[in-house]
């Protein structure tokens, strides 16, 4: 009778047991995002990071299905003092920023690849430290968008922008400006080549949303950026009562790609 009933029981939760896992192996409707800053002191460190990044990160990131990963440096143009590199990672769900970490430490190939790295004594780090963002795309934009650029990759800007709040309520708002203010809209028809619109779910200057635009060469930037200003659209929304006050700082970071990024 234990072995009947337990059956089916059995039976009775196998409809439940595959619904679960449907959920959680579902890829998410909104991307999420992971932001790795390396901050350094010394050309050596950014040798050695880059050549970490190139030769074992980045190919054991694909074979855990992970691609087009973006590989970021300080583009000079910025107040930035640290040497910087920004890898921005796109991802599925939660869930597969899970199990990164364990594929990672069971990657064979990985840890061969990466151990002059992996492996540094104490006393010669090759980083001072490394600073991990959470993501989350907004509504408007769930997905990310490889942009359409055409000049010189040495020469193309990527413009990644963080706007803080003073509060979780107006932090909400400016997302709301992006979403259903259409700003994001706006973006696109004046040609903003967006590779990404998100919240931070987890980083070190919450509440803040973050987002990605890019361009041609420094010159085109700065065009893009006075038609926006002046554009009768932007105008009209950024003079609406419901958004006042809700940027209280923004970081603006020029960025060219990495010789490897895959962006």
Known sequence: MKIKNGLLLAIALFPLSTTLVAFYSKPAEKDIYEIKVYRMKTNDQVTQVDNFLKNAYLPALHRL????IGVFKNAGID???EKSIYVWIPLRSLEQLNRIEDGLAKDISYNNDGA??????FNAPAYTRIETIILRAFNKMPHFQHPSLMGDPA???????SYEATSEKLYKQKVHMFNEGDEIGLFNRLGFNAVFYAEVLAGSHMPNLMYMTSFDNRASRDEHWKNFGA????KRLSALPEYQHTVSKADILFLHPAAYSEL
């Open 79 to 81: 107040t930035a003092l």
């Open 155 to 161: 020469e193309r800007i990527y413009e990644l922008r």
């Open 231 to 234: 554009d009768p659209e932007w």
């Open 116 to 121: 002059a790295y992996l492996a540094v004594p």
């Open 65 to 68: 299905g992970v691609s087009s």
